[in-house]
């Protein structure tokens, strides 16, 4: 008896809180599709927590601010207010899945996200499946994108990033000697360290690589390890959580080799980590906040200035008004699915993926035009920034020598 | 060669002192109430969020006795909430119990503080980079061992000594006899708790001065490894699970150092199946016979 | 006689009911996407947990090994079903990588439909098989540990097997750390243009959940149960603990393996970093919450985890405003009502204790109500519109609270460890005999 009052108890109370959270959630939906324009849903598919939960947050601050900035677009002739639909893929393989099934579930028209690669090649089939088209903002492996018509992509891909680390370190320290170290079980990092690690030999360097498991945070002996083979730089492209473990213990340590890594390193995470050291940090990136010219010196005011309006969104961004890489990639993923819009015929799944090849627009991040076979930008530039008391400051742009 | 091994031999020292930290609180729990206690990595990383947010705002004279305190309260609580109910219970069911206040807590830290690394404040002195026989460390790296050390010899001598320690014993050897000779089990647990936590609050002190970074997870392998170190030790056993806790510092120290950098972790857990199946007992575990 | 054979027929016609109803769900425009993920991978996570429960609560062995032995066997499924094309771009970071061939694939190039069907079996069969293999080689040293050693031990192992599969070394087969994509899938699975990635799941889950349930009540699953209960009277009896002990291990391992198999179709997508002891962990739970000792309650159990976790518990993450005044109303009294439903549930049961009055779990429970009501009552009067602590991660704190009441205070789970025709025959019985008089010839006759 007590059993069956209980359960019975337990179960009001859930599908209470879940009547609850519908009610609320519906009357929320249907209050905006009460004005005079119609609801067209953006999905926003980005890590809030884990191990990529820094970076996601930021990019979605640029997502946000790309919606303040564009309210409305306009798809064949009528009007539509933009409303944005978030959820938390974890940074996780597993829990990707179900995130995108979400999205699919409310209903978006279309996908912004991934920050990491692993959770876009996770969610892929997905939003193919449902043919929704999904535009990666900072997911940089090839395979995001491949054989897949409906995922599209604004930064530059790891074939590209690896190579330009490695010229980087050749052309800027001449370096002989690279160590390698990335963590066993990402992909992101295993990739692109094996892109530079190839790139570097082809240059005439030696490589030593060595990767650390999930949840590694003693880092001294790898930094050991580099100094005593003599290595020239080392190359660790890694999550932050791990990057500040890299750049404290070196530190600590007293390695004094410079300190590379591709994308995800441009964040105040690692600002945090290498501030009051002497060490050298360096990591490519997709965009220069200093950078004068076109659609960046407004992006960079303006994004500023919706920084400063609200301490959650400062928080979000690591507590500073730094604009980071993969805001502006954000800002322009979302400036990407707007253009894409307007020159989409209707709403459906198919028009627009069809019209997204077509964009041609100046973006913050560079001029972006979409690659007909593959769906991903046209990028031949990286900035290159280095970490120095709390700013990053930029050191050069750098293609890859042919 | 001396030059080679040296730096790999003081960063196994460094991090196998923490490792006994962490272990000695394993190794008092299961003894007495036969439990892993699974949220002890938790309460471990708690104490290093406490000090994250008390040190923002306050001067370290006050953090560092209100992080100790406040740690040893939490791991009291997490006694008395999960465990305490379930004392006369299947040893699954508290063990189950300890997995699902790990999960809580891992989950709380996350909401909290929204999930993003933060910075480990620098302690002084003991963070200040010295110089051995060549080689550049922080002074955490040489004070951990020694304070371990210190802290042990204090504890065994609480232990063997004090009356509190003398009923510790009692419980360890048989729960409900001691029970039955008048000693109140509830206040020995709870001081076996308030040591646990109180050192996994130094030991997170040490720990995270020297890795810098806090996240809800960071916790979990340590604490993993630490119980490890307890078992090898054998468990019950406080010098166990020191020598324990260095042992295992220092050789995942030196296979990093060889370059199977892989298999770091997997050779903690080899180990551990190695010597369940060689010597169940650890290296100082008594044998005591199972009941029927 | 005759009522068993009842039974019999009453159990098929719900069977094809319920794989009638997935087959329409599958196929109808507007059904929640979200439903048909939680039952997809409800009916997953119930295998698993089944083969943790003939473990942990058949044969007493706590066992914390099973997302390794799923590990296993999502990466041999994978492995040997990534149609050849898509192997060199798979495996890009080890040219030449990949097997070479592809089960599902030839045998559908030369059988169709059902040369798919017979690949993906032989597959999933060949998963459970990896699995059960090295369970057989692990079970040697690590079954003579008791409990907790035990627990630790396979834990260990799940580790090592994690960090083994991703060993560079073995890249060519299991893509190091990278992902394994492309491979047969649930939505591959179609009759002409109807949908079967719903009911797949079903069949094969239930399937096996099946073979499990027909072992618990043979010879085998008896003496199973005799060696939970007590090992030296088992042993006495005559049952050679270390044959049975292997047998449970390996056969709940094969199961693992066939699920980790499954979760890897359902996810399209393996990656050795999400088989961590987290998932462990979470299968568990869910047995725990089930009842540890009842299959259907652990099946029962799976949907409402993954149900909570995925679903109903999603709008937690958010932030909320309310819209208006009312809607702020209904909410401060769902809260008022749900505070005050646990309050007086707690009372009631401490006055069937006969421990009502002036104790510690009374008065705190007092306070805790009325802070709660005293908040909500402020709530209403304040001109705020959104709602507290609703933000990313707070349905994992909710999730984990209740888990935990779960465990501290429903210790035998929802079924215990009885099955669920028993529990809802007696409960038929007892209505009968409260409302037996006015209501003649209910359903439990």
């Known amino acids: 008896m007590k059993k069956f009052f209980a359960l019975a108890l337990a179960l009001v109370m859930a599908l209470s809180l879940a009547a609850c959270g519908e009610d609320a959630g519906t009357s929320s939906g249907s209050a905006a599709a009460g004005g005079d324009a119609q609801t067209l849903k953006i999905g926003v598919f980005e890590p809030a927590s884990g191990d990529n939960g820094a970076g996601g947050k930021q990019e979605v601050l640029g997502i946000e601010y790309a919606n303040s900035v564009c309210p409305t677009v306009e798809v064949g002739g009528v009007t539509y207010n933009i409303e944005l639909k978030e959820v938390d893929n974890q940074s996780s393989t597993d829990k990707a899945v179900s995130a995108a099934q979400e999205l699919v579930s409310a209903g978006v028209s279309v996908v912004l996200g991934t920050y990491g690669s692993g959770c876009a090649i996770a969610a892929a089939p997905i939003f193919e499946q449902a043919q929704i088209p999904a535009i990666g903002c900072s997911c940089t492996n090839p395979a995001v994108t491949e054989s897949n018509p409906y995922y599209f992509r604004v930064c530059y891909l790891d074939p590209f990033q690896g190579p330009v680390m490695a010229n980087f370190a050749k052309d800027q320290f001449s370096a002989k000697k690279a160590y390698v170290l990335t963590m066993l079980g990402e992909d992101y990092g295993s990739n692109l360290g094996t892109y530079f690690s190839q790139e570097f030999e082809k240059l005439g360097g030696e490589i030593k690589s060595e990767s650390f498991t999930e949840g590694t945070s003693d880092f001294s002996a790898y930094i050991q390890n580099a100094v005593s083979w003599g290595a020239d730089v080392i190359f660790a492209p890694s999550a932050t959580t791990y990057a500040s473990l890299i750049i404290g213990q070196a530190a600590k340590s007293g390695c004094t080799i410079p300190l590379l890594a591709g994308d995800t390193w441009e964040s105040s995470v690692i600002l945090d980590a290498q501030k009051g050291t002497d060490q050298q940090v360096f990591c490519s990136t997709f965009f220069d906040e200093n950078d004068e010219s076109g659609a960046a010196a407004s992006f960079v005011k303006g994004f500023k200035e919706y920084l400063n309006a609200d301490s959650q969104r400062l928080t979000n961004n690591g507590g500073n008004d730094i604009v980071a890489a993969v805001s502006a990639l954000g800002y322009d993923a979302y400036m990407t699915a707007i253009e894409g819009l307007k020159l989409s015929a209707s709403t459906s799944g198919e028009d627009i993926q069809a019209a997204l090849f077509n964009v041609d627009f100046d973006a913050v991040t560079g001029h972006i035009t979409i690659d007909a076979a593959t769906g991903d930008a046209n990028k031949t530039m990286a900035y290159i920034k280095q970490a120095t008391d709390g700013t990053f400051t930029f050191i050069k742009t750098q293609s890859v020598s042919e | 060669m001396a030059a080679k091994i040296l730096p790999y031999l003081l960063g196994g020292i460094s991090v196998g002192g923490q490792y006994a930290l962490i272990a000695i609180g394993y190794t008092m729990v299961y003894g007495i109430l036969r439990l892993i206690n699974f949220a002890h990595g938790d309460i471990f990383t708690v104490a290093g969020f406490i000090m994250v947010y008390a040190a923002a705002t306050m001067p370290l004279y006050v953090t560092i006795p209100l992080v100790i305190i406040l740690t040893i309260l939490l791991g009291v609580l997490v006694e008395k909430v999960a465990y305490k109910p379930l004392r006369t219970a299947p040893r699954m069911s508290v063990m189950i119990s300890a997995i699902g206040m790990s999960y809580l807590l891992q989950n709380s830290m996350w909401y909290l503080t929204g999930g993003l690394a933060k910075q480990y404040p620098t302690l002084p002195w003991i963070s200040d980079k010295i110089t051995v026989a060549g080689y550049t460390t922080s002074r955490v790296t040489i004070i951990t061992p020694i304070l371990t050390i210190v802290l042990v010899v204090a504890l065994v001598a609480l232990i063997q000594k004090t009356k509190i320690g003398m009923a510790m014993r009692a419980a360890s050897r048989d729960f409900e006899t001691a029970q039955l000779m008048g000693i109140k089990i509830n206040n020995v647990i709870s001081f076996t708790f308030v040591v646990g936590s109180g050192l996994a609050a130094i030991g997170s002190m040490l720990y995270f001065s020297n890795y810098a970074t806090v996240t809800p997870t960071v916790g979990a392998m340590p604490g993993l490894k630490a119980f490890v170190a307890a078992v090898f030790g054998g468990i019950g056993s406080i010098p166990g699970a020191v020598i324990g806790g260095f042992i295992i510092g220092i050789c995942e120290s030196f296979i990093k150092g060889t370059g199977a950098t892989t298999f770091s972790d997997a050779f903690t857990f080899a180990l551990l199946i190695v010597i369940l199946a060689v010597k169940p007992t650890g290296l100082f575990g008594e044998n005591l016979t199972e009941k029927v | ?279 462990t962990y979470e299968i568990l739970l869910i047995v725990v919450i089930g009842g540890i000792g009842s299959i259907s309650g652990s099946v029962i159990a799976s949907f409402l985890f993954v149900g909570c976790s995925e679903w109903w518990l999603r709008f937690l993450d958010n932030e909320k405003t309310l819209k208006n005044f009312n809607a702020k109303l209904i909410f401060a009294i769902i809260f008022g009502l749900i505070v005050a439903g646990i309050a007086v549930a707690i009372f009631f049961k401490q006055k069937k204790n006969g421990k009502l009055g002036a104790n510690v779990p009374c008065i705190g429970t007092a306070i805790v109500a009325l802070a709660a009501i005293g908040w909500d009552i402020w709530f209403v009067i304040s001109p705020n519109l959104k709602l507290p602590l609703l933000r990313s991660g707070f349905r994992m704190v909710v999730f984990s609270v209740i888990i935990m009441v779960v465990v501290l205070f429903f210790r035998k789970g929802l079924l215990g460890d009885q099955e669920l025709p028993d529990v809802l025959h007696r409960f038929g019985a007892w209505l009968q005999s409260r409302f037996g008089k006015s209501a003649k010839g209910g359903d439990a006759k």
Not at chain 3, 173 to 180: D, E, R, Y
């Open chain 3, 1 to 279: 006689m005759k009522k068993n054979n009842k039974t019999k027929i009453v159990s098929a016609v719900l069977i094809v009911a319920l794989l009638a109803v997935l087959l329409l769900l599958d196929n109808t425009k507007g059904v929640p996407s979200m439903l048909l993920t939680v039952l997809r991978k409800g009916a997953i996570y119930a295998l698993v947990a089944v083969s943790m429960n003939l473990l942990n609560g058949f044969t007493g062995l706590f066992s914390l090994g099973q997302a390794g032995f799923m590990l296993l066997g999502a990466y041999t499924y994978a492995a040997l079903t990534i149609p050849v094309e898509s192997q060199t771009s798979i495996y890009q970071q080890y040219p030449g990588g990949g097997v070479g061939f592809s089960i599902t694939e030839g045998l559908t190039n030369a059988m169709g439909g059902f040369g798919l069907l017979l690949g993906v079996v032989i597959c999933l069969i060949l998963a459970g098989i990896v699995a059960a293999l090295l369970a057989y080689v692990i079970g040697l040293p690590v079954l003579r540990l008791k409990s907790d050693y035990l627990a630790i031990a396979t834990l260990g192992f799940a580790e090592i097997l994690r960090a083994v599969v991703q060993y560079a070394k073995l890249g060519p087969v299991t893509n190091g750390s990278n992902l394994l994509y492309g491979f047969t899938s649930f939505d591959d699975f179609k009759i002409g243009s109807l949908k079967l990635s719903t009911v797949m799941p079903f069949v094969f889950s239930g399937l096996c959940i099946a073979v499990v349930v027909l072992l618990i009540n043979s010879t085998y699953g008896r003496a199973f149960k005799a060696i939970r209960d007590d090992e030296v009277a088992a042993e006495a009896m005559g049952i050679n603990l270390a044959k049975h002990k292997r047998m449970s291990f390996v056969i709940s391992s094969f199961f693992a393996g066939i699920s980790g198999a499954l979760l890897a179709m359902y996810q399209a997508s393996v990656q050795a970093v999400t088989f961590k002891a987290a998932m």
